[in-house]
Every structure is written in C-alpha cells, then in structure tokens.
C-alpha cells in the first residue's frame, strides 16, 4: 500500500473525501474493486483487479470504507473504453469498464466464493457460459419517469431519473418508442409521476420485444385514463413499424411497485409471441420472461440436463412463470406441475401448453410454499423439484416444504449467487448437497449472474 504524496499522512481518523493510492485485490458482488485501506477493505468503484488507483474515499463506515477510482496509476490490461455517454452516471451497468473475459471471470469467482463462504459447499463451479450477444440483447426495459420530463433509468443507488435517449443493452425499438413517449408527454403537457409529492400521471414506460421484431409498449400511470389516447397510440404506432399492441397499466400505489394493478388495452394485442427452446410463448405484460433469449437457452438447458430426467418422473416446477422450465422439461418427464402466483402468468402458461400441445404440465395459481403443501396434501412426491425464485431466494419454509416432499433432487436456478449460498446451506442443514453448480451469463456489462446448482438427497 502506497500513500498518494498530493493526500494528507494517513492516521486512524479516515475521512470522506481523503485520496489514497490502493493496489485492487478483487471484486465486491457489485463489481467494485475491492482494496485494504488501514485493516479496513474498501469498495472502489471503477476499479479493475491488478490495478494500482488513487482513491477518493466517499464513505466511510465502521468496518469497511467505499470509493472511487480518481486516477488509475497502473493500468489492466482488461480496462476497456465504456463506450455509452451515460456510463457512471446511469446505474443500469456496472462493468462495461473491463472486457468481456475478465467480467465473465468476475462472475464465475463470485458464484463460486458464494457457494463456498455462505453456502459452506464444496463444490467447483464447472464453467461459466459467456454470452456471444453482449449489447442490444435486453427484449424487456422498464424506463422510470420523473417531471421533466425524464425518462431514463436511476442513478447508481438512487432514484434520481437519469434521461437516456439510448441504452446500449436495449432494442433500438425501445429508444424509438421512449422518444415518442416523451415527445407526447412534453406536446400534451403530460405530468410524470413525481415519487415524493406522491402527485403526476405517468410511472413507467415498459417495453419488451421478440426476436421476431415485434415491440409491446406499456404506460403504467397514477390513475385509469390518459388525456388524448388516440393520439399517443398514433405517435407510437409511427414511431415504430414493429408495435404489435399498446396497453396501459394502472398502478395508484404509494409504493416502488412498478406493474399495474389492473390493464387495459389502447390497440393492437396485449401480449407477444416469442420461441424459445423450440417452443411457443405468450408473454404479457406482467409475465416473467428471461431478458435475453439465446442465454435463457442455454440456462434451461443446463437445468434440464441437471434434472436427470429419464421420462417418468413427476416434477413440480416452483416460481414458473409462463411456463418456460415446466414445459421444456415436461418433453422429457411423466408429469410436471408448475406453480406461480401471478394469474396472468399462469393463464400465459396454461396457453402456452395449450399452444405448444403438451398435456402433461398443469400449473396452479398459488405461492410457493401453498403449491408445495397442496401436492403433500395429495399425496403427490415428486422425484424432482425446480425453483427458480426472485433475488430474495426461498422462505425457509419453502425449503421445509420441499424437503417434506422428499425429492431425489433440487434444481435451484438462481438469479442472485448470494441467496443461492444461504438456500445451499439451508438444504445441506436438511440433508440434501450441492453436487454440481455452473453458470450462465445472462446479463453481460452488468453485475448480475445466473447460476443452477444441483442438490441431491443423502
């Protein structure tokens, strides 16, 4: 560790606003480097592993300090030029400073190191699939509002509107459709929902896409009408060839809830239609869909393979969705029941088995925990159980419910490496290991990471 001669010695009483010159040692779950300032670790954003930086500490707290990296001393060779004009002010990327192999390496030791430190498993992560798509791969955006108007996406920890014309992980489709949006809000004098006067009309604009080029556009709003909707539908329609259907959301909560309430289509279908694995999917506005198609393949396809299935076994698909894992394993199972508390999501999947001729698969509209208790109350065991739950992982007693349920094994699809080691633990506690564990990289020049892990019953 080296002080930076322009910086003040370095005693015990660190301050905000101090530089010091760090050597980075690795990475924090967010994509900060991650340096050893005085015993203490510090966090510094924008800083590459390898590097030597003199710091600007922003924070400092009582067992750990945070920064950012004011001038980079000894350059990685994996620093790469961001490329996007909003980059540091934008909170949606956090890694599009390094290359792509050194962020796929970042990821692969973080999944790791949670499995190992919070999970206590010894296990090897097997590999991590890159993706070919880095940018433009996103088909769903939630731009946030804010009067102005602005529309954009939050600031790094804030909800602070940054207004982008244009996202690099983005369709062009979803600029084009965010422009006409603004471009009738400044023309109609359309007030944007302002978060702490509690007081405007629109929250959210919401856009998702299919490989086909088609675009879903929806205006989630503080009330039940726009002013002049004929006219806004037009704007979009002109703004872009492929719109398959407007809708507008109802969202009068005093709350950070971005969905609506309720829906209402203005023109057109109030879903798309995309393929995936082979497959046929409806996708409505409220539905969960992976954001980037060609990865969410190969997710799926690793889990189905991890699920060992033979075509007998009976399997119960938790946080299903629209049905995308229950009906892809469903082609090699006996049966599959897939649980989901979203009704739209689950009327999606049951279309889509309809749709796509499986028989098989029934999906029930229940919680995790009730769809699990529902099939023990049956009588039902089945041999292989699938979850994949939101950032917030599993209730414990979702896993008590499932362990009840004495599946031969779990296979646990995780969008959040952190719940994913304390879930592993819990399971061990239960009897059941973690046998295998890869992952796949379905959010490239972020910090996000998917994962799929193996647990068998002992």
């Known amino acids: 560790m080296t002080r ?139 731009f946030p509002t804010a009067p102005g108007p602005r529309i954009g996406f939050y600031r790094m920890r804030s909800h602070q509107v940054v207004d982008v014309a244009d996202c690099l992980l983005q369709p062009e489709s979803a600029a ?71 809708v507008l959301g109802v969202n009068e909560s005093h709350s950070n809830v971005i969905l609506g309430e309720r829906y209402r289509t203005l023109w057109g279908e109030p879903f798309l239609e995309d393929t995936l694995c082979g497959l046929r999917f409806r996708l409505s506005v409220p539905s969960f869909y992976q954001v980037h198609p060609e990865q969410a393949q190969a997710l799926y396809g690793r889990a189905v393979e991890l699920a060992g299935l033979t075509g007998r076994e009976d399997v119960l698909d938790l946080y299903c969705g629209i049905g995308s894992i229950s009906l892809i394993m469903a082609r090699r199972a006996g049966r599959v029941w897939g649980a989901e508390v979203v009704p739209q999501a689950v009327e999606d999947a049951r279309e889509n088995a309809r749709r796509n001729g499986v028989d098989n698969a029934h999906f029930l509209c229940a919680d995790a925990g009730e769809a699990a208790r529902l099939l023990e109350r049956q009588g039902a065991r089945p041999q292989v159980v699938c979850v994949d739950p939101p950032r917030k992982g599993l209730a414990e007693d979702v896993v008590d419910t499932i362990v009840r349920l004495s599946p031969e094994r779990v296979v646990y699809v995780s969008c959040d490496p952190g719940t994913l080691g304390r879930d592993t633990a819990r399971f061990e506690a239960r009897g059941y290991r973690a046998r295998r564990a890869l992952a796949v990289d379905l959010f490239p020049r972020t910090q996000h990471v998917e994962s799929v892990v193996l647990l068998e019953r002992r």
């Open 176 to 246: 084009r459709l965010r422009g006409a949006v603004k471009a009738w809000m400044t023309r109609r004098e359309v007030p944007a929902y302002d978060e702490k006067r509690r007081a405007g009309l629109i929250r959210h604009v919401y856009v998702r896409t299919n490989r086909q080029g088609e675009s879903l556009c929806c205006l989630l709003v503080n009330g039940s009408r726009l002013p002049e909707e004929a006219g806004l539908v037009e704007a979009l329609r002109r703004a872009e060839p492929g719109l398959a259907g407007v």
């Open 4 to 142: 930076c001669p322009m910086c003040a010695p370095m005693d015990k009483r660190l301050v905000a606003g101090g530089v010091y010159r760090l050597r980075i040692e690795g990475y924090a779950s967010g994509g900060e480097g991650v340096a050893r300032l005085e015993g203490m670790v510090v966090f510094v954003r924008g800083a590459l592993r390898g590097e030597v930086c003199d710091v600007r500490l922003t924070k400092v707290g009582r067992s750990a300090l945070w920064g950012e990296a004011e001038a980079v001393v000894e350059a990685s060779p994996s620093r790469t030029d961001p490329r996007c004009p909003y980059y540091g002010q934008c909170g949606g990327c956090q890694m599009r400073h390094m290359d792509y192999a050194e962020e796929l390496r970042a990821k692969h030791l973080r999944v790791e190191e949670a499995l190992r430190r919070i999970g206590g498993a010894d296990i090897r992560v097997e590999e991590i699939l890159g993706a070919v798509r880095q940018e433009r791969y996103r088909n769903k955006v939630q």
